[in-house]
């Protein structure tokens, strides 16, 4: 009988730990993909879920617009647990200088030209595509031209993908689809996770469609 | 009888595992505490710096030299500073939310050296090391803050050799774009002047503005300097953008080869128009060698090491003849190499630069 309740006791305790760890497994896949896939909602006239650092944004026409040419204001949304994921987003710039994009695995963010840790992403002009990692200051990662320029209040797409350490970043013209640029490449000692959003840098600048996935 | 027994035996026994699962409990407990109290204390000390401007040449050159002191340390940093000159309201914003976490040091480049008397005092104390870099404030702080800044005596007399020579000692010189409110550009006018009055008689002051609130302003100043002087030989100009903006009004006038323009410190642009010779020179600061040497500063206060209350950091005057040398690509290459050399991917004609 003693045996019996000691067997019990036993397989009682392996299954709660077993189920422990399973809750915990998927407690921490839930969180690293909190919120993806995550669409915006401009066309609805609504982004509550954004905080601003910086800049002066409002929405209009289904997109959102920052209207100063701040050095580096940013607009962040998302779990700071998310993980390997992918960004989309058309990107317009609106002044004849500067650059924007996106931001990916942001943690920390501050008011600040280079407040936070994780990725940028942009469009510089007159025409090129920059990756770099920010950790208060900005790391140049990679830099490609962009075939025949760009142009200011023209929509580009800007797709970036951050699994693993392996960053890669593809800007396309947004009426043909056609690639402008891309560029991919492992970062030792990448930062892993943080959520996203958008930024620009001596330029105001639009965005819309902005799209966020889980990626394996 | 036997039950009796077995249940003695047994409940002593539960007896003693319950005392020994209370035991190893409270020693999982004890063993968690101390995890996290230990975690805690061992988190690198921080140093705050916080630049007049972040995410410009100049001042993210000093923050290079500040991230390696402080890693070879092994402390770590928070930079931040205001996203456009003039901001004091930010500075001091900044310095005061970082204050509260109780920093191992404060490295800070006063914008306006009576705005940030208070902050600086507040910090002092609170008992946290402080470095004023590349400017001083309006009166003397004291024990617990050092100086860690550019020779700026040296800077106005290279400037004012670097002119007397271009004008073989004769002409008249304008200064623009002072700032009255930094104490390191006040400094280097000052001695720019001395300089002048003492080693070139024959070249006669005519007129000094002072930088205004906006580029306009300064502008603005400048235009009426040249305006009131028609025969004006020469221009110091007293920063970034008063050079910029001196340049720019020079070049809409057809003036620029016809008028010796020098400028105090550096960026991207300055540098190539020195390489094209639209600029005559530039009189640059060791910008990394000062964060460096702050940051050095700071460690050494905190591990109670006596340090030297005022550091003079040697300025470098660049021409057309010496920009592409070694030493000023080393002084003048954004982050002083620091992410130049990373960018692994980036494309040789690439300016990547934020």
């Known amino acids: ?216 | 009888m036997l039950s009796d027994r077995l249940q003695s035996k047994y409940g002593r026994e539960i007896g003693v595992r319950d005392s020994a699962r209370r035991v190893a409990s409270i020693a999982l407990l004890v063993l968690c505490c101390w995890l996290c109290a230990n975690c805690r204390t061992h988190r690198p000390p921080l140093i705050v710096g916080v630049p007049q401007v972040t995410a410009e040449e100049m001042w993210e050159g000093m923050h290079a030299g500040l991230l390696k002191a402080v890693t070879e340390s092994h402390f770590s940093r928070y930079w931040n500073g205001p996203t456009h000159s003039d901001d004091v309201e930010r500075q001091i914003a900044i310095i005061d939310r970082q204050l509260s976490h109780s920093p191992a040091g404060l490295a800070v480049a006063p914008d306006n050296a009576s705005s940030l008397i208070s902050i600086v005092s507040k910090a002092r104390q609170e008992g946290i090391p402080v470095v004023l870099m590349e400017s001083e404030l309006a009166i003397p702080m004291g024990a617990g803050v050092a100086i860690v800044e550019t020779d700026n005596a040296l800077a106005g007399r290279m400037a004012a050799d670097e002119i007397g020579s271009s004008l073989s000692g004769r002409g008249s010189v304008a200064v623009v774009g002072v700032n009255p409110f930094v104490t390191s550009n006040l400094s280097r006018a000052d001695a720019f002047e001395r300089e002048i009055k003492s080693r070139y008689p024959a070249i006669r002051l005519v007129a000094k503005s002072f930088s205004g609130s906006s580029i306009a302003e300064t502008e603005e100043g400048i235009e009426q300097v040249l305006d009131r002087n028609p025969d004006l030989n020469a221009i110091l100009a007293c920063g970034v953008s008063s050079t910029r903006a001196a340049h720019a009004i020079l070049a809409r006038r057809n003036q620029v080869h016809e008028i010796v323009l020098v400028g105090f410190d550096q960026d991207r642009d300055l540098e190539n128009l020195v390489r094209r010779g639209e600029l005559n020179a530039i009189v640059a600061q060791d910008t990394y060698r000062i964060g460096y040497l702050s940051g050095r500063t700071l460690v050494d206060m905190r591990d109670g090491k006596s340090v030297a209350e005022r550091t003079l950091v040697a300025p470098w005057l660049f021409t057309k003849n010496n920009i592409d040398s070694p030493d000023a690509q080393r002084i003048l290459v954004t982050y002083s190499g620091w992410d130049k050399t990373l960018c692994t991917y980036c494309t040789e004609a690439s300016d990547v630069l934020q």
């Not at chain 1, 209009?60 to 940013?74: L, V, Y």
């Not at chain 1, 390997?84 to 924007?100: C, I, K, N, R």
């Not at chain 1, 943690?107 to 994780?118: K, L």
């Open chain 1, 1 to 216: 009988m003693h045996l019996l309740h000691r067997s019990v006791g036993r397989t009682s305790i392996v299954l709660l730990s077993v189920s422990v760890l399973a809750a915990a497994i998927g407690f921490h896949a839930c969180r690293s993909r909190g919120g993806l896939p995550y669409s915006d909602h401009f066309r609805q006239n609504q982004a509550s879920e954004w905080k601003s650092y910086g800049g002066s944004w409002h929405l209009i026409d289904g997109a959102i617009r920052n209207d100063s040419d701040d050095r580096g204001a940013k607009l962040i949304t998302g779990s700071s647990d998310l993980s390997d994921y992918q960004t989309d987003a058309d990107v317009q710039l609106t002044s004849s200088f500067g650059d924007a994009g996106i931001v990916f695995r942001v943690t920390a963010p501050e008011e600040g030209a280079n407040a936070f840790y994780g990725y940028y992403a942009g469009i510089r002009l007159p025409g090129e595509l920059i990756v770099g990692k920010v950790d208060l200051g900005f790391r140049p990662l990679a830099s490609v031209r962009l075939q025949g320029g760009a142009l200011p209040n023209v929509w580009y797409h800007l797709r970036a993908r951050a699994i693993g350490c392996y960053i890669s970043v593809e800007a396309t013209e947004l009426e043909h689809g056609r690639s402008l640029g891309q560029v991919a490449l492992p970062d030792a000692g990448c930062y892993r996770r943080g959520g996203f959003g958008l930024r620009s840098y001596e330029s105001g600048g639009l965005w819309r469609n902005v799209r966020v996935s889980a990626v394996q």
